[in-house]
């Protein structure tokens, strides 16, 4: 059976270590002129993504080939999914090529576990609708670690729309699991009475912001949004955007990206020097690549020993 990573829920802070290890050794890699490892020669890995993606499906594109796999990219916009083709008659069809890892992205919930039930091959979570984006949490963590040296301790704040947010559900147990503090702020519409049974401090305010060692700010998710969340945005910004007021010196900002400038972050912030979303972007490649590492030839595998993977 091959391990899959379904959700950052799988691994201890063991395993997340030492994906964070690899990835240190995959940025050094990065860094070269030949930025090329034969470590999956041979090997196929697919790329299928449902929903709309600029960094996660470049980097995963770009790790699986820094790796030296075969790649191949399908998307709902001109494949047979557009005429309906289902997720188990697709994933199928692309196993017939004996992939080593399909990467899914879907705006459906369990989409990426049901996917492992149809196909020998490892599979990667790339974001599964509110559910779980677990190599989004994995950079993260790394980014942040990166800049200081360790979790424990560290007080961060994620703050915006919890409530559609598959990066706040990964990011919190990824942050805690590496010994940080973690505080949920937003509108109370969008913070759902079960996200504190994840294990962070929950607060409707900003009040207490000047005390996190680090700003993670969410994206205002207008697709997911159904129903009308909060009075306007306009009045989202006034109480909620960090912006330049509400950051003090020394502080660290993140965001997932895509930002919506002005509105959840302001521009001065985005491009100020406590921004670390640029390399947020560029830990994605490293941190991509040790995932598909450690899956298909770490020894021993990956522990990855939530029920999810099992099938
Ligand atoms: N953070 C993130 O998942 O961005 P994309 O939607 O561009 O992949």
């Given at each position: 059976?091959?391990?899959?990573?379904?959700?950052?829920?799988?691994?201890?802070?063991?395993?997340?270590e030492?994906?964070?290890?690899?990835?240190?050794?995959?940025?050094?890699?990065?860094?070269?002129?030949i930025?090329?490892?034969?470590?999956l020669?041979?090997?196929?890995?697919?790329?299928l993504?449902?929903?709309?993606?600029?960094?996660?499906?470049?980097s995963?594109e770009?790790?699986?080939?820094r790796?030296?796999?075969?790649?191949v990219?399908?998307?709902?916009?001109?494949?047979?999914?557009?005429?309906?083709?289902?997720l188990?008659?697709?994933?199928?069809?692309?196993?017939?090529?004996?992939p080593?890892a399909?990467?899914?992205?879907?705006p459906?919930?369990?989409?990426?576990?049901?996917a492992?039930?149809?196909?020998?091959?490892?599979v990667?979570?790339?974001?599964?609708?509110k559910?779980?984006h677990?190599?989004?949490?994995?950079?993260?963590?790394?980014?942040?670690?990166?800049?200081?040296?360790?979790?424990?301790?560290?007080?961060v704040?994620i703050?915006g729309?919890?409530?559609h947010?598959r990066?706040?559900?990964?990011d919190?147990?990824?942050?805690?699991?590496?010994?940080?503090?973690?505080?949920?702020?937003?509108p109370p519409t969008?913070?759902?009475?079960?996200?504190e049974?994840?294990?962070a401090?929950?607060?409707?305010?900003?009040d207490?912001?000047?005390?996190?060692?680090?700003?993670?700010?969410?994206?205002?998710?207008?697709?997911?949004?159904?129903?009308?969340f909060?009075?306007?945005?306009?009045?989202?910004?006034r109480y909620?955007?960090?912006?330049?007021?509400?950051?003090?010196?020394?502080?660290l900002?993140?965001?997932?990206?895509?930002?919506n400038?002005?509105?959840?972050?302001?521009?001065?912030?985005?491009d100020?020097?406590?921004?670390?979303?640029?390399e947020?972007?560029?830990?994605?490649?490293?941190?991509?690549?040790?995932?598909?590492?450690?899956?298909?030839v770490?020894t021993?595998?990956?522990?990855?020993?939530?029920e999810?993977?099992?099938?």
């Open positions: 059976m091959t391990a899959s990573l379904l959700s950052v829920e799988q691994m201890d802070r063991a395993a997340i030492r994906v964070l290890d690899r990835s240190e050794s995959f940025a050094e890699v990065s860094g070269r002129e930025k090329k490892v034969p470590a020669r041979g090997r196929t890995v697919v790329n993504f449902y929903e709309a993606s600029t960094r996660t499906r470049s995963f770009l790790a699986a080939i790796l030296s796999a075969d790649v990219n399908i998307h709902q916009t001109g494949s047979s999914i557009e005429k309906g083709e289902s188990r008659d697709t994933v199928q069809t692309l196993s017939a090529y004996d080593s399909i990467v899914i992205r879907s459906q919930a369990g989409a990426a576990a049901l492992a039930r149809f196909t020998d091959a490892a990667v979570n790339a974001g599964d609708g559910h779980a677990p190599t989004q949490a994995l950079l993260d963590v790394f980014t942040l670690r990166r800049r200081l040296g360790s979790l424990d301790g560290v007080n704040w703050v729309d919890v409530r947010s990066v706040a559900r990964s919190v147990t990824a942050f805690t699991r590496m010994g940080a503090k973690v505080t949920l702020a937003g969008l913070l759902p009475r079960e996200i049974t994840l294990g401090t929950v607060t409707p305010r900003l207490g912001i000047a005390e996190a060692d680090a700003i993670y700010v969410l994206r205002m998710q207008n697709e997911r949004m159904h129903e009308s909060v009075p306007s945005l306009r009045e989202y910004a909620y955007q960090i912006n330049a007021d509400r950051v003090r010196p020394g502080q900002v993140m965001h997932p990206g895509p930002v400038r002005g509105v959840e972050i302001s521009a001065e912030v985005i100020s020097k406590q921004s670390l979303i640029g947020q972007v560029r830990a994605g490649v490293a941190v991509r690549m040790a995932v598909l590492y450690e899956l298909l770490g021993p595998p990956l522990a990855t020993d939530g999810e993977v099992s099938r």
